[in-house]
């Protein structure tokens, strides 16, 4: 199964405050801990939403709106994308991480992350051939 593990925006990373040598140092030994253990698949962090746009879909319509984004508390700052036997062991990896950020109280979420068979029926034999098809020209990139 895999789980995208989502870092919430504070206000210190929406104001673009760089984390600490130690902080960094810290997330590179879990980070490692993750790849050596055959869990990660992928780590980022997110530059402040002042730098990002949002596009609204409205019917055949698309906006662009410009960050920054007020609500911080809905924000994205970072994420890991982890594969593991389940949201258990999602929950066990991420217990162990470094708290995000330095000397704040933050929050991570974790969603499973769906996969081609969750989507039942109408998730056609074609459909689940082009999904494999990109997964392997995406894996033949990296």
Known sequence: MRFMVMVRATKSSEAGEM????LLADMGRFNEELVKAG?????????PSARGVRI?????????????????????AGFWLI???????????LKRAPNPF?????DVEIRQVFEAEDFGV?????LREQEARMREQIGDRA
């Open 19 to 22: 984390p600490s040598e130690k």
């Open 122 to 126: 109408e998730c056609t034999p074609e």
């Open 102 to 106: 330095d000397g704040i109280d933050s």
């Open 56 to 76: 609204r879909y409205a019917g055949d319509q698309r906006t662009v709106i410009d960050g920054p984004f007020a609500e911080t508390k809905e924000l994205i």
């Open 39 to 47: 869990v990660l698949l992928a780590a980022e962090g997110l530059h």
């Open 83 to 93: 594969q593991v036997a389940s949201l258990e062991e999602a929950i066990e990896w």
